[in-house]
């Protein structure tokens, strides 16, 4: 089981120890601290509204990248279930009362994003720039389609019960003061965070020593 968490192909998988003990200890171990990394880059933002601008893409993608899909999925699901479990991880804090959130759909978004890219990662495109590069925006693009359809969800549930919206969110057409509060201003900085990503991890793959 645990050869086939990750892949020759990954950072970790040409790092990680060959014997199936000491590679299961070591991917649990980094499954634990990934997830601790993700609640530290949630602390690092620009504070606007509705959703914080953090580096948390910047580390699901580099991490999931680094790490392929599975080690990648389960370090997001951990960090996820520490949130909902009451642990202060996300940019806003923690709770249960985080589904309500207009940001949880970015959250769960992540999910599919590590999933995307670390499965490129693991079919070989860590030493690739342009194909991991591509992978992580098409990864942010389904974090964003979560996240803009969750926002959606929450809004017409508000309406529903009769309470005001936030006031980003009204005065005129919901899909359209949703895009531009949760969906714009963020396009520029993840292009640029995916950019920085790829960078790292295909440097990082490049220096990793070749076997013969």
């Given amino acids: 089981m645990a050869s086939t968490l990750t892949t020759p192909n990954t950072v970790l998988g040409a790092l990680a120890p060959k014997s199936g003990t000491a590679r299961l200890v070591t991917n649990l171990v980094t499954v634990v601290l990934g997830s601790l990394l993700l609640a530290l880059s949630a602390q690092i933002k620009v504070p606007v509204m509705p959703i914080p601008v953090t580096l948390q893409t910047l580390a699901v993608a580099a991490l999931a990248a680094g790490f ?6 389960a370090t997001v699901a951990l960090y996820i279930v520490e949130g909902l479990s009451g642990l202060p991880v996300f940019a806003s804090g923690g709770g ?3 589904l309500a959130s207009p940001s949880f759909g970015f959250i769960l978004g992540y999910l599919p994003m590590a999933f995307i890219i670390g499965r490129a990662a693991d079919r070989g495109a860590s030493g690739r720039l342009l194909a ?3 992978a ?3 990864g942010d693009a389904v974090l964003f389609a979560f996240g803009f359809g969750w926002l959606l969800v929450v809004a017409n549930a508000i309406v529903q019960s009769g309470a005001e919206l936030p006031a980003w969110l009204g005065g005129g057409d919901l899909l359209t003061a949703a895009f531009e509060g949760a969906v714009r201003p963020f396009i520029l900085w993840d292009v640029l965070k995916m950019a920085f990503a790829a960078f790292t991890v295909a440097g990082v793959w490049h220096l990793l020593p070749r076997k013969n």
């Fill in 132 to 134: 991991l590069f591509i």
């Fill in 136 to 138: 992580m925006l098409i």
């Fill in 96 to 98: 249960i009362g985080y």
């Fill in 68 to 73: 392929g899909w599975r080690i990648g999925v």
